[in-house]
């Protein structure tokens, strides 16, 4: 089989395991992908038809937003992620499926939540001076208990000590602030319902078996009596909703899926749908036959991909998504940015949860780490929001690249060495270049492919620093052919690669200009369980075929530091060995034996890129 990691469309087959499996009875000639996405596939639900062009128009809003706020809060906050003193080893909000917590149990938390401290408009004041602009609130989580006044289910907010519709309030605050409103429903999981079944093997593990037993389940009973009731509930008695967050669909069937795109579509047109409406399998084209209209990766997980549709990565301010009292891993402000800018430019949204006590307080550290980004997001607002994504295939060492029409922003996390930065690949003439923050003109020299820029006169900021690149077309052109970089290095990102799947064989060729010795050297990422982080490189030997040798490749855990994009994840340097390039011209470089598997649950190496550094005597 042939796969090229050039082709987004195909990459994500590979990044995100899809593999293709049969529903259920009603579609097992169908594989997940084809009943998932596709409109044509036999059903008796009909959806609304929407055109391409009006889909792209009502994706705009959330597409130049690039920023949201996820909040998880519910009964679960209470417990704070203990429960007879015994620590949940697992995310919060999941503590009654983790510790075995009977419902009649769990359920008396409803008589102490009280959350008086809760106010919806210094929530949302928060989430603008963080710099976001929408905001997605879990009107009902996995526990089955709802945030709002639900007529269907006497399990909500309205019968506890608080009594109060939270969803109302916040929605209004956000309506009186500016900012998009979304929900977060949980379609498929629900531990209070006695007819929440999502089906066999790992699957059982997401359901109540305290409680109930799975062979006396019946979804159809769940979804009727609960799941699209209240759906319809929080799309009708809340004015205009932006955003629906569906989550963990996994075992619902093609036509369960569809019956929940026709409620959502028929009562909110112009809603937003997640990807996680069913199984967590991510498109290769992008078309108005798919029933989401964005695509969700794994959490807190970014693998750098140009993906082919719009798509959104949901990450944490720590290391849960519901509040937990012994969690004191902060992502700071640096970080928080690191991951929005890394999104931004390929083309992807960032919303960054929040998980509120159970009084309705926001911890002091979240706030204030937002705060802090939200004022470099104050001063650089200009190379986020409105922007797409970075015109090269590939990546660099200092930071991310964003655009608009006739502007490249150059957002730089790590200064370069002897401050001086460079492009490689760009065409376009330069007219001017300067720092974003304000306005000092900044030195350049642009010779072929190649842009110098002296940033030994830039100030630089604790965070990042913007630097504007301003040319005459409105797109710049580029070079996509690589090519060894002005101070001799050569960078071969795994996204630039050719990866013959079935021969575990990924490839690149490039350009050398100034021959000599190099240490071959490749990095790759930890990735699974954010909690318990795995590093594949051991797992695997292989080869490096270039220039007419082979060299055996072993991997070690030669150097790591922190992923400033993944938080919780290390990025692992293995050094391989020497090679000498004696003359100029056009090389390749093969990696065999290795199965590449970027995405955070697939198998595989990590691979993020192989570098070729000059040797200096």
Not at 391 to 418: E, H, R
Not at 480 to 490: A, C, H, L, V, Y
Not at 546 to 560: W, Y
């Amino acid at each position: 089989m042939y796969f090229s990691y050039k082709n987004s469309a195909l990459c994500l087959v590979l990044f995100f395991g899809l593999f293709s499996y049969s529903i259920n009875a009603q579609t097992k000639s169908l594989s997940n992908l084809e009943a998932y996405y596709y409109q044509h596939t036999p059903s008796e639900v009909i959806l609304p038809f929407e055109t391409q062009e009006e889909y792209i128009d009502r994706m705009q809003w959330w597409k130049d937003a690039k920023y949201g706020m996820f909040i998880h809060w519910g009964l679960y906050s209470l417990l704070a992620g203990e429960h007879n003193g015994e620590i949940t080893p697992k995310i919060a909000e999941w503590i009654q499926n983790t510790l075995k917590i009977p419902l009649s149990e769990y359920k008396k938390l409803m008589r102490e939540f009280d959350p008086k401290n809760f106010n919806a408009d210094n929530w949302v004041s928060l989430a603008k001076a963080a710099g976001m602009k929408y905001i997605v609130l879990t009107s009902k989580h996995h526990d089955g208990f709802a945030l709002f006044d639900s007529k269907v289910s006497d399990y909500n907010i309205m019968h506890t000590a608080y009594q109060k519709d939270i969803v109302k309030a916040l929605k209004e605050a956000c309506k009186r602030q500016g900012l998009k409103f979304g929900l977060y429903y949980s379609h498929m999981i629900d531990w209070e319902h006695p007819d929440a079944y999502i089906g066999e093997g790992k699957l059982t593990e997401r359901m109540n078996t305290v409680d109930y037993d799975p062979k006396h389940m019946d979804r159809a009973t769940y979804l009727n009596e609960k799941s699209f009731p209240q759906l319809r509930e929080i799309l009708s008695n809340y004015g205009n909703i932006d955003i629906l967050w569906f989550d963990m669909g996994a075992g619902l069937s093609n036509d369960e899926i569809r019956k929940f795109v026709k409620i959502t579509r028929e009562l909110q047109p112009k809603i937003i749908i997640s990807s996680r409406i069913g199984d967590e399998v991510a498109p290769t084209i992008l078309n108005r036959a798919m029933l989401f209209d964005y695509f969700t990766p794994s959490d807190n997980y970014f693998t750098g991909d140009d993906l082919a549709m719009p798509w959104e990565m949901a990450g944490t301010t720590n290391s849960s998504w519901g509040y937990r009292k012994d969690d004191h891993e902060w992502r700071k402000a640096n970080l928080i940015i690191n991951s929005l800018i890394s999104t931004s430019s390929r083309n992807g949204n960032y919303l960054l949860n929040v998980g509120p006590d159970a009084t309705g307080n926001i911890p002091d550290e979240a706030i204030k780490n937002l705060l802090q980004a939200g004022k470099w997001l104050q001063k650089n607002s200009e190379a986020v929001y409105n922007t797409t994504g970075s015109p090269f295939p590939w990546n660099y060492d200092w930071g991310y690249v964003t655009q608009k029409p006739k502007t490249l922003y150059l957002n730089i996390f790590d200064f370069p060495k002897k401050n001086r930065l460079e492009l490689n690949g760009l065409l376009s003439k330069v007219t001017s270049i300067y720092t974003l923050a304000n306005g000092a003109s900044i030195d350049f020299e642009q010779t072929g492919r190649f842009l110098e820029i002296d940033l030994s006169k830039t100030h630089k900021d604790a965070i990042a620093t913007v630097v504007v690149v301003n040319f005459l077309e409105e797109r710049p052109l580029i070079s996509k052919d690589i090519s060894q970089s002005k101070d001799n290095t050569i960078r071969l990102d795994r996204i630039t690669s050719l990866y013959l799947k079935d021969e575990f064989q990924s490839s690149w060729t490039f350009k050398i200009n100034t021959p000599g010795t190099y240490r071959i050297q490749l990095v790759s990422n930890e990735k699974k369980r954010h909690s318990k982080p795995v590093w594949e490189g051991s797992l695997q030997k292989g080869s490096i075929r270039l220039a007419g040798k082979i060299i055996p490749v072993q991997l070690s855990r030669d150097s790591e530091k922190t992923n400033a994009s993944l938080f919780f994840y290390k990025e692992i340097t293995s050094i391989i060995d020497t090679i000498t390039l004696n003359k100029k011209g056009t090389y390749s470089l093969q990696l065999n034996g290795f199965q590449i598997g970027a995405g955070k649950w697939t198998n595989g190496l990590g691979l993020d890129r192989i570098e070729l550094l000059p040797i200096v005597n």
